[in-house]
């Protein structure tokens, strides 16, 4: 998963079970600049993609999912919550 490396990097530094701060996320795509740019663009393209199995994410966020759609669904909705004014994503 090298193409996503950057991606996952700021992922785990907000959303990583030890952190789990999509504000501070949000606060920082809401900056301009090319590494938001490039952070929203890898966004979308692993919601297409769906590159990671839920079995990876924890195994990098050290965050689990019961499977890969309930994963996809919660990047969804944090991708809704940091670009297009989407309710905050509980984590349970």
Same mark, same amino acid.
């Given at each position: 998963?090298?193409?996503?490396?950057?991606?996952?990097?700021?992922?785990?530094?907000?959303?990583?079970?030890?952190?789990?701060?999509?504000?501070?996320?949000k606060s920082y795509v809401s900056r301009s600049g090319q590494?938001?740019?490039?952070f929203k663009n890898s966004y979308k393209e692993v919601l297409v993609e769906r590159p990671f199995s839920a079995e990876?994410?924890?195994?990098e966020m050290?965050?689990?999912h019961d499977n890969d759609d309930d !994963? *996809?669904? +919660?990047l969804d909705e !944090? *991708?809704? +919550?940091?670009?297009?004014?989407g309710a905050?994503?509980?984590w349970d």
């Open positions: 998963m090298p193409s996503y490396e950057k991606w996952l990097e700021t992922m785990f530094l907000f959303c990583s079970s030890e952190v789990y701060d999509p504000n501070g996320l590494p938001q740019a490039e990876d994410w924890e195994r050290n965050f689990s !994963l *996809y669904e +919660f !944090l *991708y809704q +919550f940091l670009f297009a004014n905050y994503p509980e």
